[in-house]
């Protein structure tokens, strides 16, 4: 999954800075002959570089300046405050990365845009000169081919948008979940941060489209979607993973403390020791009881508090190290949660 960004190389002199480490296989500059890029691997040698030149992006990756990239943001702001300034960002610090978007530092905002990694530059390629007199102007050409590279921009955009989210429903989708599990997995090893996995579907799914239609179990689709998007933290992520079943990734940021276990309900299906967070239960928990208070208009009078989910949690360490084996025994949970009434969410792990 690669970030397409685009410069303007058309008077063959464009100026890019790259801020902190370049590594290849995350940064990709080979699809942009004639664009000068400088990097500098210190905050203090870019902002030297921005006294002495003009560079038209200047690129930032997040992970670099830890977590709180928001003094160097500003400082690179001061010195170069017509460039335009990108944050390369891993998928599990794009919530960062949209809150640097809409800060600022007094008028200006931090940053530009964000792009996640692994990217790519891609340059508008310098104008042809030609030693032919130049021809007299057609009408509509130059507007009809203008028009044509506008469209194929956005058409680029939007592929690059479904590679990452669910047309139907908008949040992410299937690809997205598994990659960025991978990549919180990997920072959990390092971090001791804590990572559950949610997988659960809606109940009963199938009588819906056969009794009202397509149409009908999209907007519950869709309802599901918000609905859980609005029970989630804003780092934790909310995909679809196919048909009617749903994956969210709940995770710790690491500068916050450590949340409670849930360790008061003795009917608890984890022991004492279980690494399950109480937050997430509760998260889960809430967006259960707010699905059965759903009203379905489309459903008629008896819409309202049919919606029900079934779900699996597993967590990471305790009951897999690798994406696929958390996936294994959330749908493990999730299964159980169908064979014991629906309308539930079971936590892996033996009964107590």
Known sequence: MRSRITINNENGNTQVLIVGGLNGDSIDTSACPGVNFENCPSLLDAIAATENNHFEIIAVPMDDFGNEPAAALKKIRQTAPKSKILLLTQMLREPDAIRFLNANSGQATLADDYYILPVSFCAKPKAKESSAPASPPVAGVGVTESAEILAMRKRIEVLEKLA???????????????????????????????????????????????RFGHPVGDNI????????????????????????????????????????????????????????????????????????????????????????????????????????????????????????????????????
């Open 164 to 210: 990452m989210e669910d047309e139907l429903t908008g949040v992410k989708n299937r690809r997205f979940v598994k990659e960025f599990l991978r990549q919180i997995i990997e920072r959990a090893k390092k971090m001791s941060l804590q990572v559950t996995l949610l997988v659960f579907d809606i109940d009963n799914f199938k009588n819906y489209n056969d």
């Open 221 to 352: 689709l869709k309802q599901a979607a918000v609905l859980m998007q609005k029970c989630c933290r804003r780092q934790d992520v909310v995909g679809r993973v196919g048909g009617d079943e749903f994956a969210v990734v709940f995770w710790n940021i690491p500068q916050n403390k450590v949340i409670s276990f849930d360790v008061e309900n003795s009917q608890d299906r984890r022991s004492v020791v279980s690494e399950h967070p109480k937050e997430v239960i509760n998260i889960c928990e809430r967006f259960r009881s707010e699905l059965n208070k759903t009203d379905l208009p489309a459903l008629g009078a008896e819409g309202k508090g049919l919606l029900a989910i079934s779900g699996g949690l597993a967590t990471f360490p305790h009951d897999g190290l690798t994406v696929e084996q958390l996936f294994l025994q959330a749908d493990n949970g999730l299964l159980e949660a169908k064979r014991n009434g629906k309308n539930r969410v079971y936590l892996v792990g033996d009964k107590k």
